[in-house]
């Protein structure tokens, strides 16, 4: 199957203040972003035409600037508008947004304190992450061999694209051994998160969740938490250890484009979508329409 390259499609891009044609929002292969992973994005979802959490998302990606030391030229405000006149010029009601920010190609050397900060953003169909029939049975994680960095060895809390290098292998790998995805332990050995998606387990009756001191605290997962509190199920953040996971009743992952998912298998272990997976998975699907 020939794929559409994402260059190559219909539409409107907002890059760096205004709409254009989408053909046409490129840079220069000179970009400090791309040599050096000075680039910073977020990924939102709209529901219904509205986009959720998109507050949050503009702060996380001001933050995440801030964090690899730039400022983004944009308000909260001002990005909010920019990603609604995105959706909607490209009649969009459901759909994913990708706003980015990096920086340009006016130094190339490591430090480039007078580069201009460019800003992007997209918004594409995506309907789901994992396809519905593999989501019916929960998908299957290997356990990756690159693990989340210490915070002090990476801006763990920025949604930072140099995190993502050790991600796009992980996953590739695990794809080539049969896999969805793979699950990432956090440089002490714990069990810390997909590579787009926070982590969550049930065992009897509560819900346990890594703490996230050294991978971000998506979202979604702070919606998960939420959910959970209003069906008095109590959540637990603590340090999780790959052998508890066989004690697990049930497995899930949460990202804003992998909502919530459920585990079936991970390497030789398997477990259930369970009823506490479906009724969160039904809640979260309210509330992000609401
Ligand atoms: N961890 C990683 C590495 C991610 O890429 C994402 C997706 N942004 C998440 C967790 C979940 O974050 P959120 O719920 O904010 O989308």
């Not at 918004?123 to 356990?143: C, D, H, M, V």
Request: net charge neutral.
């Amino acid at each position: 199957m020939a794929l559409q390259p994402f260059g190559d499609r219909d539409g409107y891009i907002w890059y760096n203040g205004s709409l254009m044609p989408w053909r046409e929002a490129n840079f220069h292969v000179l970009s400090h972003g791309l040599h050096y992973a000075s680039c910073v994005f977020e990924g939102e979802r709209a529901y219904g035409g509205k986009i959720f959490k998109m507050r949050e998302h503009s702060d996380r990606l001001i933050n995440s600037g801030k964090i690899l030391g730039f400022d983004i030229p944009y308000t909260a405000d001002q990005l909010d508008a920019a990603k609604m006149e995105v959706v909607k010029a490209n009649n969009l009601v459901d759909c994913y947004v990708r706003p980015v920010s990096w920086r340009g190609g006016e130094q190339m050397g490591v430090s480039a304190p007078l580069t201009k900060i460019h800003t992007a953003i997209a918004a594409w169909e995506w309907p789901s992450y994992f396809s519905p029939e593999i989501k019916a049975n929960g998908i299957k994680l290997t356990q990756g061999r690159w693990a989340r960095p210490a915070p002090n060895t990476a801006p763990v809390h920025a949604k930072a694209s140099g995190l993502y290098m050790i991600c796009t292998v992980g996953k590739s790998e695990a794809e080539a051994k049969g896999f969805h995805d793979c699950l990432m332990l956090d440089y002490r050995g714990n069990v810390a998160e997909a590579t787009g998606a926070n982590f969550f387990m049930l065992q009897a009756g509560k819900l346990h969740t890594p703490t996230p001191d050294c991978f971000l605290n998506g979202i979604t997962r702070q919606t998960v938490i939420e959910l959970a509190g209003l069906r008095q199920i109590p959540v637990v953040e603590r340090f999780i250890k790959p052998d508890e996971l066989k004690d697990a009743e049930e497995i899930f992952v949460t990202g804003t484009a992998a909502e919530i998912t459920p585990v079936g298998q991970i390497d030789d272990l398997s477990f259930k979508v369970g009823p506490t997976t479906r009724q969160l998975m039904e809640d979260y699907a309210k509330l992000v329409r609401a």
